[in-house]
């Protein structure tokens, strides 16, 4: 018997070591290169609420929940007459200062000029006549013919036609000089201003008209034609569709694999063998837990990286929420800059 079971035995044996060995091969193989690496994450979609920048009473809003916007499409308005006033008002005052302006630049017309020179001239009659009064009045007094009151009277008269001479006199050649240069530069400034106010006014009036920043599809109108707006309450929500973002996770240990730049497929359940081309956007500096709504075959608790992926979406298949699966080359896709991925419509 024992001689029966001592094939058997060292068969047994034989079977272990086999086994060992295969599973120690396995165990330290070597590991092929990995080309591919894969992360899930879930659709973000860029979300922005248009305001008005000042207050007014909503007049239109042509756009119903779910319309496609295009760029510059006006989503509502306010209504606008309290602003077209200002602007009126507005340059109005412009041009009175515009006028006002040019009149100092101008400087004094002849007529004026020939008018301030015939106030010298009948400044310097009047003198003359006082004059000769002056001295027909003093040989009568000397003589005394007249009182001495008479000739007091007479030179109180002679020295106002002095002044009077110097008065029109300073007043041509003021009238010569024309304005002053600080008078100049104050009006100048004033129709700077005026301008200005004119350009608020303007822009103020043009922003009774709300457009859409970009491309998107509205998700749901806060206000109402009739409502009251201000610039702290949102109009309208609209999503910008296109690029849209994946927010993903990587594990620590393949974190050093990803750039910003690298080139990335997104794929989705929901249009199984249509990938979308994308890249990477962003990489977050802080680790985190992994969260609950991605769907992994590693161990939740693990502490993960939010790597945000961009991804083309022109005809909207890609929406908010929406569990994908990212794949990123690893071979042959070097990082480039960010600006060079745009996403054509």
Same mark, same amino acid.
């Given at each position: ?21 295969? +599973? ?22 860029? &979300? ?13 809003? #042509? ?57 010298? +001239? ?47 006199? &300073? ?17 100048? /400034? ?15 009036? /043009? ?43 990587? #594990? ?32 977050? #500096? ?36 929406? #569990? ?22």
């Amino acid at each position: 018997m024992k001689n029966k079971k001592r094939p058997l035995i060292v068969l047994l044996l034989l079977l272990v070591l086999v086994l060992a060995g295969g +599973a120690y091969w396995w165990s330290h193989r070597p590991q092929p290169a990995v080309n591919m690496l894969t992360l899930y994450g879930n659709i973000d979609i860029r &979300q922005v609420q248009l305001a008005f920048n000042d207050a007014g009473r909503v007049t239109e809003l #042509p756009l119903q929940e779910g319309d496609a916007v295009r760029k510059g499409q006006v989503v509502a308005r306010i209504d606008p007459v309290r602003y077209q006033d200002a602007v009126d008002r507005a340059q109005a005052a412009l041009l009175a200062q515009q006028s006002e302006l040019a009149k100092l630049r101008a400087g004094n017309r002849p007529q004026e000029i020939a008018q301030a020179r015939a106030a010298v +001239a009948a400044a310097l009659a009047a003198q003359a006549n006082a004059k000769a009064t002056y001295a027909r009045q003093k040989t009568l007094v000397e003589s005394g013919f007249l009182p001495r009151q008479s000739l007091d009277n007479v030179t109180q008269q002679l020295e106002t036609a002095a002044a009077e001479v110097q008065r029109a006199q &300073q007043g041509l050649s003021l009238t010569l000089q024309g304005p002053r240069k600080e008078d100049i530069a104050a009006a100048q /400034a004033l129709a700077q201003a005026d301008t200005s106010a004119l350009a608020l006014a303007q822009r103020q009036l /043009a922003d009774t008209v709300l457009r859409a920043p970009d491309d998107g599809v509205v998700q749901s109108r806060i206000l109402e034609v009739g409502d009251m707006a201000a610039p702290q309450t949102p109009v309208i929500t609209l999503a910008l569709n296109n690029p849209v973002w994946v927010r993903a996770y990587a #594990p620590e240990t393949e974190l050093g694999k990803l750039a910003p730049g690298m080139r990335a497929s997104i794929e989705s359940d929901s249009f199984p063998g249509q990938p979308f081309a994308g890249w990477i956007g962003a990489i977050s #500096p802080t680790a985190e837990f992994t969260p609950k709504s991605v769907e992994t075959t590693e161990l939740r608790a693990q502490l993960v990286y939010r790597v945000r992926v961009y991804a083309c979406n022109p005809a909207q298949k890609l929406r908010l929420g929406m #569990p994908v699966t990212v794949r990123v080359p690893l071979l042959n896709n070097p990082p480039q800059a960010t600006s060079a991925h745009v996403c054509t419509h």
